[in-house]
C-alpha cells in the first residue's frame, strides 16, 4: 500500500509539472494546478518519511522500542538507504521549488526539472540498481519509464482534477479552453507514452529474460500491468483521434471526453497497484542459473523484493533489554531481513 502512494504521489508531482505547459494559456486553471502540485509534493515528502519508517518497523521493531540508532543502520549500512537518502534529498528539493513556483509561474522550468530527477530516483531502490552487471541499463530504463508514466497518467489526472466543476457542455468558453489544454497536451502525452514502451520494453526484458518467465507470478503480474497500460494507451487514441477533433464546438464531446479520460487514469491506477504487487514478488530465475545465483530470499531485486543483509556492530546493552547503542559493552550481531519497497 505505501508503495502504490509512493509512485501515485511521484505521478501527481511529475504531472503537475507536463499539465503546466498544457495548461499555461488557459488562465482559469493554473493557479489551481500549482496548488495541487504543492499538496502533492508534501504528500510525497510524508510518504518517504514514511518508507523508511516502515523500513526500520521491519528491520527492528516488534521485540524492541524502536530508536533513532535503528534508523541511522537502515540509512548508513544498507544499500537501500543509501538509495533512500538520495530520493529524500530530491523530494525535499522539489517540495521547495514547487513552493515557489506557486508564486511565481516562471519557476516551472525548474519544478519539472526537480520532479523529473525525483522520479529518476525511484531506480535507486529497486530491482534496477540490485541488477550490477547491468545497472548502466536498468537504472536509466527504470527512471525514464516512472518520469514518462507521470508525464502522461500523472498530468492527465491533474487536468482533470483542476478543470473539474466546469459545465463544459453549456459553458462555450470554458469548452474552448479545455480544447486548448487537451491540444498542448496530446504532444506530451504520444511521447511520454512512445518513451515509456521503449524504456518499459527493456526494463521487462532484463527483469523477466524470456517468455517462459511471463509464467512465474512477477511475470503474471507484469504481464496484468501491461495490459493495464495498454488499456490506458486506447482510451488515450481514443480522445486524441476521435473526440479532441470535436471538443471545441460540441458539448457532448467535451463529456465523452472526460469520461474516457477517468477511465484512462482508473487504468493506470490499476497500473500501479500492480507495479507496487511486483515489488513484492521475486523475479523469475534466469534459465541455466541456480537459486545460489539469484540472491536468496530475494530472487534478484532490491527493493522491490527482499534482501538478507547482516549488520556486524558492537552494541551495548543496559538493564532489562535498554539499548545503549554506541557503548562497546557487548556486541550483537543482528541479521535482519528487510523488505526494501515497503
Same mark, same amino acid.
Given at each position: 500500500?505505501?508503495?502504490?502512494?509512493?509512485?501515485?504521489?511521484?505521478?501527481?508531482?511529475?504531472?503537475?509539472?507536463?499539465?503546466?505547459?498544457?495548461?499555461a494559456n488557459a488562465?482559469?486553471?493554473?493557479?489551481?494546478?500549482?496548488?495541487?502540485?504543492?499538496?502533492?509534493?508534501l504528500l510525497l515528502l510524508l510518504i518517504v518519511g514514511a518508507r523508511l519508517w516502515s523500513q526500520?518497523?521491519?528491520?527492528?521493531?516488534?521485540?524492541?522500542?524502536?530508536?533513532?540508532?535503528? =534508523? &541511522? +543502520?537502515?540509512?548508513?549500512?544498507?544499500?537501500?538507504?543509501?538509495?533512500?537518502?538520495?530520493?529524500?534529498?530530491? @523530494?525535499? *528539493?522539489?517540495?521547495?521549488?514547487?513552493?515557489?513556483?506557486?508564486?511565481?509561474?516562471?519557476l516551472w522550468p525548474m519544478a519539472a526539472l526537480c520532479a523529473s530527477a525525483t522520479a529518476f530516483t525511484?531506480?535507486?531502490?529497486?530491482?534496477?540498481v540490485g541488477m550490477a552487471d547491468q545497472v548502466w541499463i536498468t537504472v536509466p530504463a527504470h527512471g525514464v519509464h516512472v518520469i514518462a508514466a507521470g508525464w502522461w497518467i500523472g498530468a492527465?489526472?491533474?487536468?482533470?482534477?483542476?478543470?473539474?466543476?466546469?459545465?463544459?457542455?453549456?459553458?462555450?468558453? =470554458? &469548452? +474552448?479552453?479545455l480544447a486548448g489544454v487537451i491540444d498542448r497536451f496530446s504532444p506530451i502525452a504520444i511521447g511520454a507514452v @512512445?518513451? *515509456?514502451?521503449?524504456?518499459?520494453?527493456?526494463?521487462?526484458w532484463q527483469h523477466v529474460g524470456s517468455v517462459a518467465g511471463f509464467a512465474s507470478p512477477y511475470g503474471l503480474a507484469l504481464?496484468?500491468?501491461?495490459?493495464a497500460f495498454c488499456g490506458a494507451g486506447l482510451c488515450g487514441l481514443y480522445n486524441w483521434r476521435v473526440l479532441r477533433p470535436q471538443l471545441s464546438s460540441s458539448g457532448d464531446a467535451a463529456r465523452?471526453?472526460?469520461?474516457?479520460?477517468?477511465?484512462?487514469?482508473?487504468l493506470g491506477v490499476v497500473a500501479l497497484i500492480l507495479t507496487a504487487l511486483v515489488g513484492t514478488l521475486s523475479m523469475p530465475e534466469p534459465a541455466g542459473e541456480s537459486s545460489h545465483t539469484v540472491a536468496a530470499s530475494r530472487g534478484s531485486g532490491f527493493d522491490d523484493g527482499f534482501e538478507a543483509f547482516e549488520v556486524g556492530a558492537e552494541r551495548g546493552l543496559h538493564g532489562a533489554g535498554h539499548h545503549a547503542l554506541g557503548e562497546k559493552t557487548q556486541s550483537l550481531q543482528l541479521t535482519r531481513v528487510v523488505n526494501l519497497d515497503a
Open positions: 500500500m505505501l508503495t502504490w502512494a509512493w509512485y501515485t504521489a511521484i505521478l501527481l508531482v511529475v504531472g503537475s509539472t507536463s499539465a503546466a505547459y498544457a495548461c488562465p482559469r486553471w493554473p493557479r489551481r494546478l500549482t496548488a495541487v502540485a504543492l499538496f502533492s509534493s526500520t518497523y521491519d528491520a527492528f521493531g516488534g521485540d524492541q522500542p524502536l530508536e533513532l540508532a535503528h =534508523a &541511522r +543502520v537502515i540509512l548508513f549500512e544498507t544499500p537501500w538507504g543509501g538509495g533512500w537518502l538520495w530520493q529524500a534529498g530530491a @523530494t525535499a *528539493l522539489t517540495c521547495l521549488v514547487v513552493m515557489a513556483w506557486r508564486w511565481r509561474w516562471s525511484t531506480a535507486l531502490t529497486g530491482h534496477a492527465l489526472a491533474i487536468i482533470m482534477l483542476v478543470t473539474a466543476g466546469s459545465d463544459f457542455e453549456r459553458d462555450t468558453p =470554458a &469548452r +474552448v479552453a @512512445t518513451t *515509456l514502451l521503449i524504456a518499459g520494453s527493456v526494463a521487462t504481464a496484468g500491468k501491461i495490459a465523452q471526453l472526460r469520461t474516457m479520460a477517468w477511465l484512462e487514469v482508473s
